[in-house]
């Protein structure tokens, strides 16, 4: 199963947060007081991590989805082989 350590969602967070600050001063948000950019930016990033975990979220779910189907596929192959060696040792082929 997909899985993901805080360690890896703090770097993806942390790379979204960055990116946030390099538009702010693209645009002259700097220009604004400290304390005014500091939550600007802050809630900025909150909502963009609050975005990424959502996304991570969905994707985990998405691979735990396709991790069943591929045990019931592999349970249907198993079952399948077994058929197909039974059949070919009652015609004579499994000699």
Known sequence: MFSIDSAQLTAICGAGGGLIAGIAALFGVFGKRKSDLASSLNDQIRTLQEGYLGR???LTEYIARQDEKIERLE???ADLEARL???QSNQGFGQ
């Open 85 to 87: 060696a039974k059949f």
């Open 75 to 77: 349970a249907r192959n």
């Open 56 to 58: 991570i979220r969905e």
